[in-house]
């Protein structure tokens, strides 16, 4: 199982950024993919999940109406656009494989990370 994120860039607040994740080495349909992200002195928290199919997706309420996450299941990717950044939304993001797959909102439900891409957002 392999997991790659891209996209990550510094751009100053208001702006957008698009993350792409791309996955190899499981059948990517049969799993819930989720992001998470981890800013500098806290720890990692939930940022939203996409469902199997991609026709149910949650989101953490601090991203909720500015993320969007989309999957290509003959792409094999998951990508998050993210729009009215802040400079709260500064941390490393991380590309995961669920568990199952309908998802969750919890860390110990996923079981394979990518490596993680910085965004960072200047006010």
């Known amino acids: 199982v392999q997991l790659v994120e891209s996209g990550g860039d510094l751009v100053q607040a208001g702006g957008s950024l698009r993350l792409s994740c791309a996955a190899s080495?499981?059948?990517?349909?049969?799993?819930?993919m989720g992001w998470f992200r981890q800013a500098p002195g806290k720890e990692r928290e939930f940022v939203t999940v996409v469902r199997w199919d991609g026709a149910i997706m949650h989101y953490a309420g601090s991203v909720k109406g500015r993320f969007t996450i989309s999957r290509d299941n003959a792409k094999n990717t998951v990508d998050l656009q993210m729009n009215s950044l802040k400079a709260e939304d500064t941390a490393v993001y991380y590309c995961?494989?669920?568990?199952?797959?309908?998802?969750?909102?919890?860390?110990?439900?996923?079981?394979?990370w990518g490596q993680g891409t910085q965004v960072t957002v200047s006010a």
């Open positions: 995961a494989r669920a568990r199952g797959p309908i998802g969750t909102s919890r860390e110990d439900g996923y079981d394979y």
């Open positions: 080495g499981f059948t990517f349909s049969n799993y819930a």
